[in-house]
């Protein structure tokens, strides 16, 4: 279900997701109705630009498309551009 909510959002061309470094393993955990952002937790710690890196590639595997964090670089809040 997820998934599925995650692939109809990117349609827009934006995603808003709340990161969670340091997590077990890649996965979209949850959807978030009133602030309209995905939780997403991710394996790499949040040092160096490691999360994002790890985030950006983990969105781009999963919808087959290009994606871009727009803001939130240094903020568990960020917002993606899908391309």
């Known amino acids: 279900m997820l998934k599925e909510l995650l692939l109809e959002k990117a349609k827009s061309g ?9 997590a ?3 996965e979209v955990t949850g959807w978030i ?3 309209g952002a995905f939780k997403v937790s991710v394996k790499a710690p949040p040092k160096e630009g490691r999360a994002n890196m790890e985030l950006v590639k983990f969105l781009s595997k999963l919808l087959k498309r290009e994606v871009r964090i727009v803001s939130g670089h240094t903020s568990k809040r ?6």
């Open 24 to 26: 077990v393993r890649n």
């Open 33 to 35: 109705p009133e602030k």
């Open 78 to 83: 960020k917002v993606l551009k899908v391309l």
């Open 14 to 22: 934006t995603l808003k997701v709340e990161i969670k470094p340091n």
